[in-house]
């Protein structure tokens, strides 16, 4: 008899579906903020004359900078985030609000054509990964206040950066695959906004 009150009691049920669809927040939040290698990492296999194995180097950079860059930013924020106690709500929207602006902005170049590059040295590839990971430092600085899944987020960022530059290399540099890169990049910018709006008109939730 206790079983069935714990699996249908209403408010039981709503709890665990307000948890569920937090988590699915987070999770959304983490996939779109790392999006940011997939275009770049598009680029670097063009003409597929890359190795496998330098193409999973090349994937891990992109996702071990993103969970640095992350962390950078967290330590960042720390500096000077305390002074907003009272207020870091709106601080906490308006930097994540800022970084969906500049993905909205960025996918609007690829569609155009840019930010896809060739893989010509070493040099130009790091610098790619840390523009990669500017989003996710100005994000970092949240982290005082709002960070999804606690100290698990940089490894969490790593993994899907990782993945979404392992998806990039595999894929060819069509002119479908960068309007699908444009639109998957716009869907991440609405992803984080939507997250920044719900952490901003929710209490103790997210």
């Not at 010509?120 to 206040?145: E, P, R, S």
């Not at 699908?180 to 709006?197: D, G, K, M, R, Y």
Request: hydrophobic share 60%; proline share 2%; charged share 10%.
């Amino acid at each position: 008899m206790s079983g069935w009150c714990i699996h249908h009691d209403p408010f039981v049920s709503l709890l665990y579906n307000f948890k569920a669809l937090k988590y699915l927040l987070y999770t959304l939040f983490i996939a779109a903020l790392a999006y940011n290698t997939f275009p770049l990492a598009l680029g670097l296999n063009r003409d597929h004359r890359n190795p496998h194995w330098l193409n999973m180097i090349l994937a891990a950079t992109f996702g071990l900078l993103q969970g640095v860059m992350y962390h950078l930013g967290a330590l960042l924020g720390d500096t000077f985030m305390y002074l907003f106690v009272i207020r870091f709500k709106w601080v906490v929207f308006g930097i994540l609000v800022a970084v969906s602006i500049r993905m909205l902005l960025e996918s609007v170049k690829i569609r155009r054509g840019a930010r896809l590059f060739s893989f010509d040295n070493y040099i130009k590839f790091l610098i790619m990964t840390v523009a990669a990971g500017i989003n996710t430092l100005i994000a970092g600085m949240t982290a005082m206040y709002f960070q999804p899944f606690g100290a698990l987020m940089p490894l969490l960022l790593v993994i899907a950066g990782f993945s979404w530059s392992i998806a990039g290399v595999s894929m060819n540099l069509s002119r479908i695959n960068i309007l699908l890169s444009s639109a998957l990049h716009l869907a991440s910018s609405i992803a984080i906004f939507i997250v920044a709006l719900v952490y901003m008109l929710t209490s103790q939730w997210l």
